[in-house]
């Protein structure tokens, strides 16, 4: 019996790690698995919460060890999920919450095919640049290098299962919720997960 594994995706500043959050808050079987990061730490985040903060050396040595389920550079820094722990949580029946770039998510799903992708999208560029802007985390030519990777980012929606458009914030959460729950339904899962009480109404 095991876990899904969810891939949230989208371009920086669509709001996936709030959307995550949300899920998170409000769903008891849903784990979010905390990358690794080589990128510096910033205001209000915290070590092993947000990220595993580390140096480049540690994570090359973690990468080099085969420790990572998936892993890329994105923006200069370097990013990676434990797949240890990934499989532990799955082992429980937990659903784990991978908050990857596209990147990342064409690895797991590789390995994986089963994992279900799930792309985050603003519903403008304005918005978008509005809310980078907002944020006061980067400079101006950070901000604008992310909304120009934000375009070829976009061109891999089609890879993933489901979109969703984060304009209304409660509904995009309820929308993640819902596909979220809707993936434990699925045959295949319910056999998996229930085939004593399938047998025993047969």
């Given amino acids: 019996m095991k876990g899904n594994i969810i891939i949230v995706s989208a371009p920086s500043g669509a709001g996936k790690t709030s959307l995550v959050k949300g899920l998170i808050a409000r769903d008891p079987c849903a784990h979010k698995s905390v990358s690794y990061t080589t990128r510096p730490r910033r205001p209000g985040e915290t070590d092993g919460v947000d990220y595993h903060f580390v140096e480049n050396d540690t994570f090359e040595r973690l990468l080099e060890a085969g420790e990572f389920l998936e892993s890329a550079t994105v923006h200069g820094n370097m990013y990676g999920t434990r797949q240890k722990w990934v499989e532990q949580q799955r082992a429980q029946a937990i659903d784990v919450v991978l908050e990857i770039d596209w990147q990342g998510a064409k690895q797991v799903r590789t390995l994986i095919p089963e994992a279900i992708g799930i792309f985050v999208l603003p519903p403008s560029v304005q918005t978008l640049r509005g809310r980078l802007t907002k944020r006061a985390q980067d400079s101006d030519t950070v901000i604008a290098a992310r909304l120009a990777a934000a375009r070829s980012e976009v061109a891999h929606v ?30 295949a899962t319910q056999l998996d997960r229930n085939q004593a009480l399938i047998n025993s109404l047969r």
């Fill in 158 to 187: 089609h890879e993933f299962d489901y979109v969703i458009i984060n304009d209304d914030f409660g509904d995009a959460v309820e929308d993640l919720i819902s596909i979220v729950r809707s993936a434990r339904l699925q045959l």
